[in-house]
């Protein structure tokens, strides 16, 4: 099982939206609505951002959004903050082993 | 309030063995699968598998089978990860994860991180 793909980094200004992309096939991201967004900043834990496409968990800002098209999950900020650089990794669901992570996008506030 | 607490940072030379622990409360510790996440010293987080406390049931990625062995113990709510051969690839930051349930990929508590460094 291979990783799921995502850019290696994306930035913007606060305030500025960005989105993350997660690509995957059809044997993951794209047979099951089942995809998880963690954020992890230096030397920290991920944490829990987003769950089953775009639900969000208790006490994460509405600023971070999810969807899904295809094979192509996305993690959305919106109003961007310098809290929210990190680095932000998508999982998937998948027909064998239950879970796979994307490549990781490293978020850069500018 | 969920708590996942993991062993302290160990080193090991290459061809010894090693468990490392992850320690849960705040929640029913038989009623959630606990899965085990590698991260390589700068790279990604990689699934390696989960247990199901109330029976111990099993399963690990491709990549992890046949070199880890998941256990727990219900009677202290833990979970280990254990190496019986390690090697120098095995050097990573090993972070235990809940999952409520097996079949979805929601890790919704984390362990702090056990970092494990394997060197002669």
């Known amino acids: 099982q291979s990783a799921l793909t995502q850019p290696r980094s994306v930035s913007g200004s606060p305030g500025q939206s960005v989105t993350i992309s997660c690509t995957g096939t059809t044997s993951d991201v794209g047979g099951y609505n089942y995809v998880s967004w963690y954020q992890q900043h230096p030397g920290k834990a991920p944490k829990l951002m987003i769950y089953?496409?775009?639900k969000r968990p208790s006490g994460v800002p509405d600023r971070f959004s999810g969807s899904k098209s295809g094979n192509t999950a996305s993690l959305t900020i919106s109003g961007l903050q310098a809290e929210d650089e990190a680095d932000y990794y998508c999982?998937?669901?998948?027909?064998?082993?239950?879970?796979?992570f994307g490549t990781g996008t490293k978020v850069t506030v500018l | 309030e969920v708590q996942l607490v993991q062993s302290g940072a160990e080193m090991r030379k290459p061809g010894e063995s090693l468990k490392i622990s992850c320690t849960a409360s705040g929640y029913t510790f038989t009623s959630h699968w606990i899965a085990w996440v590698r991260q390589r010293p700068g790279k990604g987080l990689e699934w390696m598998g989960f247990i199901y406390p109330r029976d111990s049931d099993t399963k690990y990625s491709p990549s992890f089978q046949g070199q880890v062995t998941f256990s727990v113990d219900k009677s202290i709510t833990a979970a280990y990860l254990q190496w019986s051969i390690l090697r120098a690839s095995d050097t990573a930051m090993y972070y235990c994860?809940?999952?409520?349930?097996?079949?979805?990929?929601?890790?919704?508590?984390w362990g702090q991180g056990t970092l494990v460094t394997v060197s002669s």
């Open positions: 089953d496409v775009r």
């Open positions: 994860a809940r999952l409520p349930h097996f079949e979805y990929p929601v890790l919704d508590y």
């Open positions: 999982c998937s669901k998948t027909a064998t082993y239950t879970g796979v």
